[in-house]
């Protein structure tokens, strides 16, 4: 039986949580959220995991976890996730775009190796994650990625205003330059450019490109990435999660799939 703690109950945390609940391997023990939402994630959570605590700080909880699964957004990196890693125990992350502040992410890396544990980064919304990080070990000379989602996925974001979201006829770019300047500006919307960096050439190296597109209904990641191995193109439309249309669907089933691969007898 792996024993989890959860960080989040907003859209991709509770929809995990759905999809765990009759999973025999897994026991979710807590459920970490921030003070202010505590009531309301504990009604919340009492109809997906009844046995799961709701806490704000992992100590509250009273029982150290096999695993910690961030599924909460940036701040939780710094607030859970580090002192965690600390203690030994190790953790998956979903917020990958966190990691385009270099400190952060030496932060994390120094303090699993204190705590002689891992951090695991998610591959979230794309795939091909494994081929880049295969390819880079040959040498890669370029990845290049497009990321199109329908024109209001981008409201409250810094296109908002520079483009009238709601008036666009057709796709329109709102941003292209690196990716630690696209996970920086849109650190909702762009972890995928960050997971694509570090899993290949780095955040400056890495180009971004990112669309506006009216029509679309949905979520679609292009990349293209040329080096020593040879080159490949790989496009996926992913359907937004329906609770959270700046997020993919994917995102929450690769959160599930790497509990399962420490669950289960095979991984895959």
Known sequence: MLRISMIGSGAIGTSVLSLLKNDPDVSVDSVIVAEHTLEQARAAI???APKAQVVTRLDEAGQRPDLLVECAGHGAL???VLPALEQGIPCVVVSIGALS?????????????????QIQLLSGAIGGIDALAAARIG?????????SKPALAWKDTPADGQFELEALTEP????EGPAGEAARLFPKNAN????LSLAGVGLDKTRVRLIADPASKENVHHVEANGAF??????????????????SALTVYSVVRAIGN???AIAI
Do not use: W
């Not at 040498?139 to 990321?147: A, C, E, I, N, P």
């Open 46 to 48: 009492a109809e997906i």
């Open 78 to 80: 710094r607030a859970h």
């Open 101 to 117: 502040d270099v400190e952060l992410a030496r932060e994390l890396e120094a303090a699993a190796a204190r705590g002689k544990t």
């Open 139 to 147: 040498g890669l000379d370029s990845v290049v990625y497009t990321g």
């Open 172 to 175: 329109t770019v709102i941003f």
């Open 192 to 195: 995928v450019a960050a997971t």
């Open 230 to 247: 040879g080159s490949f193109e790989i496009t996926m439309r992913g359907k937004p999660l329906a609770a959270n249309p700046k997020t």
């Open 262 to 264: 420490q669950a289960h």
